[in-house]
């Protein structure tokens, strides 16, 4: 199996749309769907919890232009999956947990190359 580099992995509007939503989202999921390789898609899920102790707002309007301290951590999870999910969990502005689903086919293990996922 060819090993995957970040560049193959990520498309810079990818990179700049998880980069965004690390920086910006306050409670809620990020759901990387990967397949052949690749990111294809991004779920992001936000919710709003208003409390006595959310009192400064959910607007964020200047999002840092630099790397997000995990973006590192996130492209390492991604390296060598071939088809899953990485979901990433943000609690309070920052990344509370992040999860990883391999997916692979039966035929995989038995020598028989099938047509994907």
Do not use: W
């Not at 390492?76 to 943000?90: F, N, V």
């Not at 509370?96 to 039966?106: C, H």
């Amino acid at each position: 199996m060819e090993k995957l580099t970040p560049k193959k992995l990520l498309l810079p509007q990818v990179m700049e749309l998880i980069r965004h939503s690390l920086h910006t989202v306050q409670y809620g999921h990020l759901i990387l769907t990967i397949q052949d390789g690749c990111v294809i898609k991004m779920e992001r899920t936000e919710r709003f919890i208003f409390s006595s102790k959310n009192k400064a707002g959910y607007i964020i309007r200047d999002v840092p232009a630099g790397q997000h301290s995990l973006q590192s951590k996130i492209i390492a999870q991604l390296q060598g999956l071939m088809y899953g999910q990485l979901i990433i969990r943000i609690e309070d502005g920052k990344v509370d947990q992040i999860e990883k689903t391999e997916k692979r086919r039966i035929n995989e293990y038995e020598g028989i190359h099938g047509d994907g996922i």
